[in-house]
């Protein structure tokens, strides 16, 4: 059975530091594309950020989080991690992974219903002071 397990969502202050993880069983990430993506209360789920299978190795980033967030997988411990740094309220959000069908360029800005093949729970991420 497949499943993407995020962690590492938490209540912290403008300025902070969190690091999400994906982690996965039933599937090997590495021949992935996995994007990180988010939902605020009332607005629809945006992509974050996506990094290609190890054998492409290209990262993507939403304009938003350019220069304060870094994706990368660990291929030993089958997971993708997102450091999320100089969080701002606007990052306040449910933030899941999923894996892709495609590569990250057509796929972590396509609609929710398109390209994703797997997705996880969620992890609550809240910004505020």
């Known amino acids: 059975q497949v499943q993407l397990v995020e962690s590492g969502g938490d209540l912290v202050q403008p300025g902070e530091s969190l690091k999400l993880a994906c982690a996965a069983s039933?599937?090997?990430?590495?021949?992935?594309?996995v994007g990180w993506f988010r939902q605020a209360p009332g607005k629809e789920r945006e992509g974050v950020s996506c990094?290609?299978?190890?054998?492409?190795?290209?990262?993507l980033y939403a304009e938003s989080v350019k220069g304060r967030f870094i994706i990368s997988r660990d291929r030993a411990k089958n997971t993708v991690y997102l450091n999320m740094n100089t969080l701002r309220p606007e990052d306040t959000a449910v933030y899941y992974c999923a894996t892709l069908t495609t590569r990250c360029e057509y796929g972590l800005f396509s609609p929710q219903n398109q390209y994703k093949s797997n997705w996880g729970q969620g992890t609550q991420v809240t910004v505020s002071s």
């Open positions: 990094i290609d299978s190890t054998s492409v190795g290209t990262t």
């Open positions: 039933g599937l090997t990430l590495d021949i992935f594309s």
